[in-house]
């Protein structure tokens, strides 16, 4: 069943273990080979999203000022292209209880999917699962496994403001934080 059924019904172990291995499943789907007929012009997608950014997202200030400034000179670290699905979302993460505990049992929907930065993968989990919970976010980084969660947090704040379908004037109307500090607090907590 799709996640978004029951997710808010699972305790905060069950939540856990769910993410962390939302995290290692990211990581085999990027070890997969590519497909050519996904190929993506990279670094012309993403250029395109810093352009627009602060019109897609509608934020107004003070958040106008905060991605301005996340986005300036904004360098993204070295990563070979993997195949993203592109919107990991609730609705097209299947589970189901097997041994007495939730597990991942399909990934549906890659009508999204484009070859590109494997961070930009986190951001929609971070978005549907982790808000709020930082100890979520640090499962999910650490279920990946590839980077350590202090050197990445920050990448994956400014991440959360390139993706092409989020809109932060949206997401803030279900979970209101003050500003650009305060969002980034509650995805990675105060350390």
Do not use: N
């Not at 069943?1 to 993410?19: K, R, S």
């Not at 650490?142 to 990448?155: D, F, I, K, L, T």
């Amino acid at each position: 069943m799709p996640a978004a059924e029951v997710w808010d019904q699972l305790g905060e172990e069950e939540q856990e273990g769910v993410v962390r291995d939302l995290g290692q499943l990211m990581r085999r789907l990027h070890a997969l080979p590519a497909p050519a007929t996904l190929a993506t012009d990279w670094p012309a997608f993403m250029a395109a999203r810093i352009r627009g950014a602060i019109a897609h997202h509608g934020a107004g200030e003070p958040w106008d000022t905060w991605i301005g400034e996340r986005l300036a000179g904004f360098s993204e670290p070295t990563a070979a292209a993997v195949l993203l699905h592109g919107d990991l979302t609730a609705d097209h993460l299947l589970l189901e209880q097997r041994v007495g505990r939730w597990q991942i049992s399909g990934l549906i929907d890659f009508g999204d999917a484009k070859v590109g930065h494997p961070l930009y993968e986190f951001v929609a989990p971070l978005a549907f699962y982790t808000f709020g919970r930082p100890e979520l976010s640090r499962a999910l980084v650490e279920g990946y496994g590839r980077w350590p969660v202090a050197e990445v947090a920050e990448m994956l704040t400014t991440y959360c403001l390139l993706h092409e379908f989020g809109r932060l004037r949206q997401f803030l109307a279900r979970h209101p934080v003050a500003d650009g500090p305060a969002f980034h607090r509650a995805l990675w907590g105060e350390g």
